[in-house]
């Protein structure tokens, strides 16, 4: 996903629009580091190689402390889940 892209979806939602970029930034690292812990409840069909649609309720209440409602988070999820879970692959080290 382009940058383009990616501040296009966001503006479609009235509440991700005022999210900062440091929030963003702090929303996708926390995401990509927790890709354990978003796959282990999933039903073992979910290939651990994509995204899942939906997150865990613990992971969404977890990044709610963003300053956004948890169904922001899962519209943010929605948008940027691609680029959350090849966070680690992209950064060598998370």
Same mark, same amino acid.
């Given at each position: 996903?382009?940058?383009?892209?990616?501040?296009?979806?966001?503006?479609?939602?009235?509440?991700?629009?005022?999210?900062?970029?440091?929030?963003?930034?702090?929303?996708?690292?926390?995401? %990509?580091? $927790?890709?354990?812990?978003? +796959?282990? #409840?999933?039903?073992?069909?979910?290939?651990?190689?994509?995204?899942? !649609?939906?997150?865990?309720?613990?992971?969404? %209440?977890? $990044?709610?402390?963003?300053? +956004?409602? #948890?169904?922001?988070?899962?519209?943010?999820?929605?948008?940027?889940? !691609?680029?959350?879970?090849?966070?680690?692959?992209?950064?060598?080290?998370?």
């Amino acid at each position: 996903m382009d940058v383009g892209s990616l501040f296009l979806a966001i503006r479609q939602h009235r509440e991700l629009t005022t999210m900062s970029y440091i929030d963003l930034g702090w929303f996708l690292r926390y995401a %990509s580091l $927790l890709k354990d812990d978003i +796959i282990q #409840p999933q039903p073992h069909t979910i290939s651990i190689m994509a995204a899942p !649609d939906i997150l865990p309720p613990s992971i969404t %209440s977890f $990044l709610s402390v963003v300053a +956004i409602s #948890p169904e922001s988070v899962d519209a943010l999820w929605d948008i940027t889940k !691609d680029l959350a879970w090849a966070g680690r692959e992209m950064g060598g080290k998370g």
